[in-house]
């Protein structure tokens, strides 16, 4: 379902191999050393349980001590495991494969392929140590499959400092979190209910359920489910997208050009730069991740206090990124922070209103509308009689309910990613109409006589309301203004 090349990352796969098989074959020389252990969490968009975490040692250079022994784990049901870790090696890379979890965007569980492996890594590991707080999610494992991309290009002289080296990048991108040390908070579970702040944890957690976000927008868009489509197929692309001989985010692995799921382009787009969400470039971990996250954040699964707004520096830091260690010479794309442009076809501003009147507004917006409503001096107009997300009907306003005179309509848009915009017009109610007075002039009838008609309030004479001329027997009718009821002098 995936163009994903498996080659990209053959090196951790190979180190694996090796591992595991001198475990099987044994060895003729058997290595001991001081007991120490490695305790910590896996995640993908929230914990992962029932996963198998195994160790394997590296030397410095990236390579695996003769007789190495690696250590086994299961994860709890909150992700937690501990290592019985026996080595005098730096480097311990952690390989997490298979188990449950929920995806955060859908709150659908998902078994996890024990083909495609979490991985993580703890440096200067000391025997007879106990390290705890040891991080494996979908982030670090980008990590480790730059930090070897990164040493095989030779761009760090020791395999350990090309690791470092990528830790940094990539959670410097990723929410500017140390990836492997600082746990993820489940921002769509009950650990992030209420949480206000960006920190480390909070940050961690909401660029996952960005994660899960984006990849179930690929899921929907492919009609795929979840369980062939998540968060870990995800973060198996860009391993291998990262994991290539250019070390970089470009869409492509050293197979060829990576795609998530099946995606069909729009109708109206044709030739070499139609792309769709399924598409990985540059900017899928950029603009892509950074619109999922605003995304997630306005939706329901998001358990945190942190709106759209909260979240937009964050995630224009993201999608703006230009780190040349990562994006090479690829420009980040615009990201849009600007609301729904908002066109009344009706009412138009000036408008008279009387009887039962309709209004229409479309909203329109790069980013896609999220919604439309229309508001009248601050109360809801009628419900909405267009399914379209970018429009707001109805044909059903009686203006007999509202107050004579002047009105303020205002319609409220909102585009996908949170961002939100208004328009307004001013509406005249005159329900009341235009009518007449009529009388006699009495002292004896007088024609000819000017009659004129004022508006009257409070004692006072107020603006002309009409005029009239006394025929022969003294009466007269004076057409009024319209839309003036009350006293009249």
Not at 11 to 16: E, I, K, P, Q
Not at 26 to 45: M, Q, R, T
Not at 154 to 160: C, F, I, Q, R, W
Request: charged content about 20%.
């Amino acid at each position: 379902m995936h163009n994903v090349a498996r080659g990209a990352y053959g090196r951790n796969a190979a180190v694996a191999a090796a591992a595991l098989a001198a475990l099987a074959a044994g060895c003729n020389e058997e290595v001991k050393f001081a007991d120490g252990s490695v305790a910590g969490v896996v995640w993908a968009s929230g914990p992962v349980a029932g996963a198998t975490v195994t160790g394997f040692m590296r030397n410095p250079d990236g390579t695996i001590p003769p007789g190495v022994i690696t250590a086994q784990a299961t994860t709890d049901e909150a992700g937690r495991f501990v290592l019985d870790v026996d080595t005098a090696t730096d480097t311990v890379i952690l390989e997490a494969r298979g188990g449950r979890t929920v995806e955060a965007a859908s709150g659908e569980p998902v078994e996890l392929d024990p083909d495609v492996t979490l991985r993580g890594v703890v440096l200067d590991f000391r025997a007879d140590s106990d390290v705890t707080g040891v991080v494996v999610t979908p982030v670090t494992t980008l990590a480790v499959a730059l930090g070897d991309a990164r040493a095989a290009a030779g761009k760090e002289a020791l395999h350990e400092d090309a690791m470092r080296r990528a830790l940094e990048l990539v959670g410097a991108h990723f929410g500017d979190v140390d990836a492997a040390a600082v746990e993820p908070v489940d921002v769509a579970g009950p650990e992030g209910e209420g949480l206000d702040q960006l920190t480390e944890p909070v940050r961690y957690g909401l660029v996952l359920a960005a994660w899960s976000r984006l990849a179930k927008e690929i899921a929907d868009t492919s009609k795929l489910t979840v369980n062939a489509v998540n968060t870990l197929v995800l973060t198996e692309a860009w391993e291998a997208d990262l994991g290539s001989a250019e070390a970089l985010f470009d869409g492509r692995s050293d197979e060829g050009a990576l795609f998530v799921g099946a995606c069909d382009p729009p109708p109206e787009c044709a030739g070499s730069e139609c792309r769709t969400v399924c598409d990985l470039d540059a900017n899928t971990p950029r603009a892509e991740l950074a619109r999922a996250l605003t995304v997630f954040a306005s939706s329901g699964r998001n358990r945190t206090a942190l709106a759209a707004d909260d979240v937009r520096p964050l995630a224009t830091a993201i999608a703006q990124d230009d780190e040349p260690e990562l994006f090479g010479e690829a420009p980040p794309d615009a990201f849009d922070t600007e609301g729904p442009a908002i066109a009344f076809a009706a009412p138009e501003p000036g408008t008279v209103w009387d009887g039962v009147v309709t209004i229409d507004v479309t909203a329109s917006d790069p980013s896609g509308v999220d919604g439309v409503t229309v508001t009248i001096d601050g109360m809801a107009a009628p419900a909405d009689e267009d399914p379209a997300a970018e429009r707001y009907v109805t044909t059903a306003l009686d203006t007999r309910e509202l107050a004579e005179g002047e009105h303020d309509v205002v319609a409220h848009a909102v585009d996908r990613l949170g961002n939100a915009s208004e328009a307004q017009v001013t509406v005249t109610v005159n329900n009341e109409g235009a009518g007449t007075v009529s009388g006699v002039v009495v002292k004896g009838p007088v024609a000819d006589a000017e009659v004129t008609a004022y508006a009257y309030a409070d004692g006072v004479k107020g603006r002309v309301l009409g005029a009239a001329t006394t025929g022969p027997d003294g009466t007269y009718t004076i057409e009024m203004a319209e839309g003036y009821s009350g006293p009249v002098l």
